[in-house]
Nanobody, 118 residues
């Protein structure tokens, strides 16, 4: 089975930056699309950014120009670089490996807290 281990969360001041990492096990990472989601207290978990197996990226409007999703298939790791953070970005962030034709399920990371102070 695939396991996704996240790192890189923490507390930063408004205007600061963080880079989240999502390290995957398994053999299908390079074939799978990856998404980053976030969930604030009392709110639903929402997609923030996604990257296809071919490297195409998509972002929600509120993070365009500030966040960058990327992947390193050799390391089987996906990243979310977050710049110009503001308090509205505070949430638990989750990575997701979407199932490929060779996977049984989608897989989720354990989540990591990102807190942005003003």
């Amino acid at each position: 089975q695939v396991q996704l281990v996240q790192s890189g969360g923490g507390l930063v001041q408004a205007g600061g930056s963080l880079r989240l990492s999502c390290a995957a096990s398994g053999s299908t990472f390079s074939l799978s699309a990856i998404g980053w989601y976030r969930q604030a207290p009392g709110k639903q978990r929402d997609l923030v950014a996604a990257i296809s197996s071919g490297g195409s990226t998509n972002y929600i409007d509120s993070v365009k120009g500030r966040f960058t999703i990327s992947r390193d298939n050799a390391k089987k790791t996906a990243y979310l670089q977050m710049n110009s953070l503001n308090p509205e970005d505070t949430a638990v962030y989750y990575c997701k490996q979407y199932r490929s034709s060779f996977d049984e399920y989608d897989y989720w990371g354990q989540g990591t807290q990102v807190t942005v102070s003003s």
